[in-house]
């Protein structure tokens, strides 16, 4: 089993910046492609970023290229979400998942799910 617990959502006004934090415990992390996905109310949850379990490859949606940066720390067994020049349309609750080994853009892949952080973009 994988445990994740997100970090580091709060209010931001547009155009600002915040940095989300997923620390994973229980299983060797290394191992595991990460992925974050983000759900506004009413709305289906959409994938935003992944990364692969060697950190070499990255995926992002087209609606975040450009803006938004994934990351992790192996050591430290986190993976980081740097988002930059935020729109109030980024505004969602953000969850990282985990999925044994292949990364993928899909939510349905993904075994392991944190329990999601609020971002709210003002305008």
């Known amino acids: 089993q994988v445990q994740l617990v997100e970090s580091g959502g709060g209010l931001v006004q547009a155009g600002g910046s915040l940095r989300l934090s997923c620390a994973a415990s229980g299983r060797t992390f290394s191992s595991y492609a990460m992925g974050w996905f983000r759900q506004a109310p009413g709305k289906d949850r959409e994938f935003v970023a992944a990364i692969s379990w060697g950190g070499s490859n990255t995926y992002y949606a087209d609606s975040v290229k450009g803006r938004f940066i994934i990351s992790r720390d192996n050591a430290k067994n986190t993976v980081y979400l740097q988002m930059n020049s935020l729109k109030p349309e980024d505004t969602a609750v953000y969850y990282c998942?985990?999925?044994?080994?292949?990364?993928?853009?899909?939510?349905?892949?993904?075994?392991?799910w944190g329990q999601g952080t609020q971002v709210t973009v003002s305008s």
């Open positions: 998942a985990a999925r044994y080994e292949y990364v993928s853009t899909v939510g349905s892949g993904y075994a392991y």
